[in-house]
T-cell receptor
Framework: SQTIHQWPATLVQPVGSPLSLECTVE??????LYWYRQAAGRGLQLLFY??????ISSEVPQNLSASRPQDRQFILSSKKLLLSDSGFYLC????????????FGNGTRLTVT | DQQVKQNSPSLSVQEGRISILNCDYT??????FLWYKKYPAEGPTFLIS?????DKNEDGRFTVFLNKSAKHLSLHIVPSQPGDSAVYFC????????????FGTGTRLQVTL
């Protein structure tokens, strides 16, 4: 069966520090991969998605970037964190087929101080 | 611009009764709709979906209804159980968009004894 791993679960970082969140998927090949963020009192907002290695699409302008160095690895990064980057970050995958549902990891709670 | 709206931030229902969660959307291009359930500190889990070619989809205690003319969908849980207490997110997508989901802000369901 497919599983998705996301770490760390919680992270407290000072403003201006770098960020690297990692997500890996097991049990499937060539998944579509996604990074979502849930800010306080808001819905889930799509940040990036990827349909293959090295292929990244950004949905909203922001202080973050994403990379997919391997088929089942998706990384969310920032060179310098802002206070507004605080939130709950979720990685997800889908099978890429017709209307495949997303399957989410357990998320990372990021607090920028 | 919130394309998917869940206007009730919270709902309280007695155990055994029906829970009805509502969702409205504005983008007429959406043709696939999903409900996700989320517990604290966990990622959302897929619950049930419906394609725009249907107006009802049922899975055990969960039924989703779609009214395309009103751009409205609802999730019915019958009977409600304490374990159903969670935040429920409505989501929508367009076929062929790599499962990029647009989420509502969520409704917190509390099932009381």
């Amino acid at each position: 069966s497919q599983t998705i791993h996301q770490w760390p679960a919680t992270l407290v970082q000072p403003v201006g520090s770098p960020l690297s969140l990692e997500c890996t998927v097991e049990g499937t090949s060539n998944p579509n991969l996604y990074w979502y963020r849930q800010a306080a009192g808001r819905g889930l907002q799509l940040l990036f998605y990827s349909v293959g290695i090295g292929q990244i699409s950004s949905e909203v302008p922001q202080n973050l970037s994403a990379s997919r160095p391997q088929d089942r690895q998706f990384i969310l990064s920032s060179k310098k964190l802002l206070l507004s980057d605080s939130g709950f970050y979720l990685c997800a995958w889908s099978g890429g087929g017709y209307n495949s549902p997303l399957h989410f990891g357990n998320g990372t709670r990021l607090t920028v101080t | 611009d919130q394309q998917v709206k869940q206007n009730s931030p919270s709902l309280s229902v007695q155990e055994g009764r029906i829970s009805i969660l509502n969702c409205d959307y504005t983008n007429s291009m959406f043709d696939y709709f999903l409900w996700y359930k989320k517990y604290p500190a966990e990622g959302p889990t897929f619950l049930i979906s419906i394609s725009s070619i249907k107006d009802k989809n049922e899975d055990g205690r969960f039924t989703v209804f779609l009214n395309k003319s009103a751009k409205h969908l609802s999730l019915h849980i019958v009977p409600s159980q304490p374990g159903d207490s969670a935040v429920y997110f409505c989501a929508a997508s367009r076929t062929g968009t790599a499962s990029k989901l647009t989420f509502g802000t969520g409704t917190r369901l509390q099932v009381t004894l």
